[in-house]
């Protein structure tokens, strides 16, 4: 028989690179305040990136990810394109480009990680800046705490 103080609580749920439907809802989220400069839902703040520059609305941003475009819900600015696609896009020019890092459910709490690089003709991307931001993982779903922006 074991005598466990914690019995009957819950462990703090936790899960990495999630693909549950409000995650997705929330980094849609993030990438619309980037491209539309509107507030977040919850924190009122535009959320933007500075390397990425303010006429981002006008243009198709690249984002690189391995999931199904069509079950993402992005915007209609974001083009969602693999590695290889990326590596094809990238090999005359210079292109911005985002990619979300690890993600994260914990207690309540959805942590999204974005990265926004910059692509070069034959040369891996090259990391500029980074925004951490943080919802509810509850309806409704806002930011729930301030957004970091860090540089590379």
């Known amino acids: 028989m074991t005598n466990r103080s914690d019995e009957g609580s819950e462990p703090p749920t936790r899960s990495l690179r999630a693909t549950r439907p409000r995650q997705a ?11 539309t400069h509107r507030p977040l839902p919850g924190i009122g703040r535009v959320v933007t990136f500075a390397d990425l520059g303010s006429d981002v609305g006008a243009a198709t941003v690249v984002l690189v990810d391995e999931r199904e475009p069509s079950a993402l819900g992005f915007p209609t600015q974001i083009r969602v394109v693999d590695d290889e696609t990326l590596k094809t896009l990238s090999s005359e020019r210079e292109l911005p480009v985002l990619r979300f890092l690890q993600s994260e459910v914990l207690d309540g709490k959805i942590t999204i990680r974005l990265q926004l690089s910059i692509a070069l003709p034959k040369e891996d991307p090259i990391p ?19 957004t970091h922006v860090l540089a590379f």
């Open 25 to 35: 809802r929330a980094e849609g989220l993030l990438l619309e305040s980037i491209i």
């Open 128 to 146: 500029v800046e980074g925004i951490v931001a943080t919802f509810n993982d509850s309806e409704p779903l806002t930011a729930v705490e301030p």
